[in-house]
């Protein structure tokens, strides 16, 4: 892939990661927290993922963790400006599937177990990963 293909690429995910962020912050705000913070953790997936594709690599995986991780692969000093992220996006992590499906939680719903200090803490997040992202798409 061509580094102007690549870049134009990794641009539509980090758009689409902020859409996310946007989404997130609407469902926040209308007090739907287990939603709230799956679209959180999707924007910071999605975000992390825009700088794979700019350096012309596929990513695979939805793990924030693993792919803040797998930067090292791509560049030691891009990891470098990710990895104090690392207990954060563990953090994120446990919104993918609990936040959605009734059977990741032991007789709760996820409206039931996800709170307003969660959708907090997870935009906070979410926020600090994907402006340090966009840092790298200039």
Known sequence: MSEEKAKKEALRWIKTAESDLEAASLLKREGKHAHACFFFQQSAEKALKSLFYLHGLDPWGHSVRKLIEHLKEINENLYSEFRYLLEEAT????????????????????????????????????????????????
């Open 91 to 138: 953090y994120l992590d446990r919104f993918y599937i609990p936040t959605r499906y009734p059977n990741g939680l032991p007789e709760l719903t996820p409206e039931e177990a996800f709170t307003a200090r969660d959708s907090k803490d997870a935009e906070e997040i979410a926020l600090k990963i994907i402006e340090k992202a966009r840092k790298f798409l200039k």
